[in-house]
C-alpha cells in the first residue's frame, strides 16, 4: 500500500509529495535539525566522506530539497553539482543558500522529476540522495534512472531513515517517532499531516537487506549498507 501525505486527496503521490515540502519548506531546514538534534547534520558528513576516494567531479544531487546534501558534498570539491527537485518552494530556499556562499558557478539547482531525470546515460560521476528515495512514487524506476544517467565506475550514495532492530532503542525510536515528532512538526510546520506521513512512510520503506535488493535489481553492483546511531538512518553504497 503506498502512503501518501494527504490521504483524502486524490492526487498521485509525486503531487502529494510535492504540494507537501512546499508547504513545509519555510520550516524545514529547521526541523530537520531540531527533530533530529542536528544529527543529520553529522548523518551527511559521514555519507560525502565516503565518497572521498571516488574524487568525483560531477555529482548529481536526487531529491535535493533545501541543497544541504550538495552544499555539503562541496567538501570534494568538484566541478559541478547538480540539485534536482519537485518542489519549487524548497528549491528557492536552497538557491538563496547558494547564492550568499557564493557558490552558484558550482551548484545548481533545478526542478525535475527525480524518476525521469532530465539527463543523458552516463552523465555524472557520482549521484548523491538523502532522506528522498523514500517518497518516490516507484522506487525501482527511481533508482534506475539513477543508474542510467552515472557513469560506469560512479558511486551512489543513498542516505535514508531506516528502523532500529534492538531493545530498548527500538521502543524509544518509535515512541519518539510516532508520538512526540508528528506534534512538534505540526506545530511549526503548520502543515498537519508532513509529520505524520513521515514515520509512516519509515514503517513502510524497505530498510536494509530489503533495499539492497531494490538497489542491485536496479543497476547497482557491489551494494552495501552502514547503519548510522542503532540504525535510525543508514547509508547505501552502489557502484555502475
Known sequence: ?????????DASKKEQVAQMF???SPKYDFLNHLLS???D???RKKAIKLLRPANPKTILDIATGTGDF??????????KIVGVDISE??????????????MENVIELQKGDSERLPFQDNTFDAVIVSFGVRNFENLEKGLTDMARVMRVGGTCIVLEFSKPKHFPFKQLYNFYFKFILPVIGKIVSKDNAAYTYLPESVQAFPDGDDFLKVFQKAGFTQTQCLPLTFGISTIYIGRK
Not at 500500500?1 to 486527496?9: D, G, I, N, R
Not at 518552494?89 to 557564493?102: A, C, N, V
Open 70 to 79: 550538495a552544499i555539503e558534498a562541496l567538501a570534494l570539491k568538484p566541478d
Open 22 to 24: 512546499d508547504n513545509i
Open 89 to 102: 518552494g524548497m528549491l528557492s530556499f536552497g538557491r538563496e543558500k547558494i547564492r550568499k556562499l557564493g
Open 41 to 43: 547534520i553529522l548523518w
Open 1 to 9: 500500500m503506498t502512503v501518501l501525505p494527504y490521504k483524502e486527496q
Open 37 to 39: 538534534g542536528g544529527i
